[in-house]
């Protein structure tokens, strides 16, 4: 592509006569720079396609003018050219905005990470051959690949689901399981209030003061150490299968709390 | 007894305080929070009996506050606040944003049952319904595991007791 496609684009209204200017003005390598971008973007633009993805980092001497230029082109959308080319592997990468992206997406071997001066806030979408490439389905596209990526997570955390597979399955299984665990919070509640005068008993045991109204009931102050000891055993990513390990570790951190509360009392005296 | 306190605070010093995963912070604030709460309620309630109810809101207090970097904390600490005062608002179940997928590959009765999945999701969450769905399901991970870790908070309290 040479001079000549610039100035196709020019009439198209695409690109302003000062681009022109700077790609003419500065030679060949500057021609070449942009042709490579330019290069994925023209198909793009012409296809009335979003023109999100022209979001791109180029070296640092340069980056004020040509992502002014970047801009501009951005925000010229051809809305009313739905010129069809028919497409070969086309793909628009849908990513979220990560400078390793962008980095990901430049031809040029000497970009350099310029990212922290300019923040892009365009959203790039993936478009497989042969689906709608008009901006609300891409913008649909985009937000449930987010919704899908955030599912996954939840299967790992949610124990069972890898067996179920498609949304709705899953979907059961959380519901499920929010609500076993609420129930049980609750039953362990009732359990609690039952207990309550028993737990006073216990306390009482421990030869503490009676003067409890004084104690602050955001009080975390010499938990850290004591609670810190105990863990040394455990390991730390423990999840809800190895439990066994956590009642230990969680029974560590009550007693703990108790016999520090009593710790407390006596440095209070 | 005394000695045990001592040996225990002698313990102290050999541990570096800056490797604590987030799970410890929790269940360490959870049961700091409760525990005095609990012996609070004891204290003041010596006549009458401690009723479930207000053991309940303790308990859910404290694990809005032993979760505040979450905003389903913020959603639960309002509920719990507002249902102190006797004038208690129902829950608007219509005010949330709708979850609507426009036309896309699904079929559409397949849509519908997702979206009312995803509703009774929201429902489930405090203060899902004021979310969209993409903050909601990411807010419910951490809603599962700061339960998770409550039940074993409260379990372990229990047990201690009996």
């Known amino acids: 592509m040479d001079l000549t496609g610039l100035k196709w684009l020019q009439q198209q209204q695409m690109v302003s006569p000062e681009f022109l200017q700077i790609v003419g003005s500065d030679g060949r390598e500057e021609l070449r720079r942009v042709e490579s971008y330019l290069g994925n973007n023209i198909y793009d633009t012409i296809d009335g396609c979003i023109s999100r993805t022209s979001s791109f980092q180029m070296e640092p001497e340069k980056n004020n003018e040509e992502n002014r230029t970047v801009a501009l082109l951005n925000k010229r959308k051809p809305e009313g050219k739905t010129e069809t080319r028919d497409q070969k592997k086309k793909k628009i990468k849908a990513e979220d905005e990560t400078e390793s992206s962008m980095k990901g997406k430049s031809n040029m071997s000497n970009t350099e990470t310029s990212s922290e001066t300019q923040k892009q806030d365009y959203i790039h979408v993936r478009a497989r051959r042969g689906e709608a490439t008009d901006r609300h389905s891409l913008a649909e596209r985009a937000r449930r690949e987010k919704i899908s990526k955030k599912m996954k997570c939840l299967q790992d955390i949610v124990p069972g689901c890898n067996k179920v597979t498609g949304k709705a399955g899953m979907l059961d299984e959380i519901i499920n399981y929010v609500q076993s665990l609420q129930q049980q919070v609750e039953f362990l509640s009732m359990k609690l209030s039952f207990l309550n005068p028993e737990l006073e008993f216990h306390i009482n045991e421990l030869s503490m003061m009676p003067d409890l109204r004084s104690f602050p009931l955001h009080q975390q102050g010499s938990l850290d150490y004591s609670v810190i000891s105990s863990n040394q055993t455990t390991s730390p990513g423990a999840k809800i299968e190895s439990s066994s390990s956590w009642d230990i570790h969680s029974q560590c951190v009550y007693n703990n709390l108790r016999t520090d509360s009593v710790s407390n009392f006596f440095s209070l005296k | 007894m005394e000695r045990q306190i001592i040996n225990k605070k002698k313990r102290v010093f050999s541990v570096e305080p800056n490797k604590i995963p987030p799970s410890e912070v929790f269940t360490r604030k959870y049961t700091s ?37 979450f905003a389903w904390s913020r959603f ?34 397949e849509d519908g049952e997702r979206e009312e999945k995803l509703r009774e999701l929201q429902k489930l969450l405090p203060g899902g319904e004021e979310m969209n769905v993409e903050e909601m399901l990411g807010e419910i991970g951490n809603y599962i595991k700061c339960l998770e870790l409550q039940t074993i908070a409260l379990k372990s309290i229990v047990q201690d007791t009996t």
């Not at chain 2, 012996?39 to 309940?56: A, D, F, I, Y």
């Not at chain 2, 102190?84 to 009765?109: C, F, L, V, Y």
């Open chain 2, 33 to 69: 929070l409760l525990v005095p709460a609990l012996k609070k309620l004891n204290m003041n309630k010596n006549s009458s009996q401690v009723n479930q109810l207000t053991v309940k809101h303790e308990v859910d207090m404290a694990l809005a506050l032993s979760a505040q970097e």
């Open chain 2, 76 to 109: 639960l600490l309002q509920k719990l606040s507002s249902s102190n005062n006797p004038t208690t608002t129902t829950s608007s179940s219509s005010n949330g944003i709708r979850i609507q997928e426009r036309s896309g590959k699904e079929g559409g009765h």
